[in-house]
């Protein structure tokens, strides 16, 4: 599967942003799906999962309530609702699909196969 991320911007801290992420080439219902930020001179850090059919979430401590990570699998797409935008969410964030983690999603971002481009939020304060 391929992954094709959009969406990002510039925004005003406690603004709102929603990252589009569609797949290509393979079935989309295989897979767990994540987001994952890198902010510059930083790790990449987890962001948010969904396993295989959306009924299990999983979010980081610091995007908890403020973002959300629908999936739609008959657009093969796979979205993050971000709100109340805070300056430290600044970063380029990227998908990732997991077939081993298909079932429950996973923090482990090393259980990620497939990867999109990235695309850049920042947040302005």
């Known amino acids: 599967v391929q992954l094709q991320a959009s969406g990002g911007g510039l925004v005003q801290a406690g603004g709102s942003l929603r990252l589009s992420c569609t797949a290509s080439?393979?079935?989309?219902?295989?897979?767990?799906l994540a987001w994952v930020r890198q902010a510059p001179g930083k790790e990449r850090e987890f962001v948010a999962t969904?396993?295989?059919?959306?009924?299990?979430?999983d979010y980081a401590d610091s995007v908890k309530g403020r973002f959300t990570i629908p999936r739609d699998n008959a657009r093969n797409t796979v979205y993050l609702q971000m709100n109340t935008l805070k300056p430290d969410d600044t970063a380029v964030y990227y998908c990732?699909?997991?077939?081993?983690?298909?079932?429950?999603?996973?923090?482990?971002?090393?259980?990620?196969?497939?990867w999109g481009q990235g695309t850049q939020v920042t947040v302005s304060s």
């Open positions: 080439g393979g079935t989309f219902s295989d897979y767990a």
């Open positions: 990732a699909a997991s077939m081993i983690a298909w079932a429950s999603g996973t923090r482990r971002i090393g259980e990620y196969g497939t």
């Open positions: 969904i396993n295989w059919d959306g009924s299990k979430t």
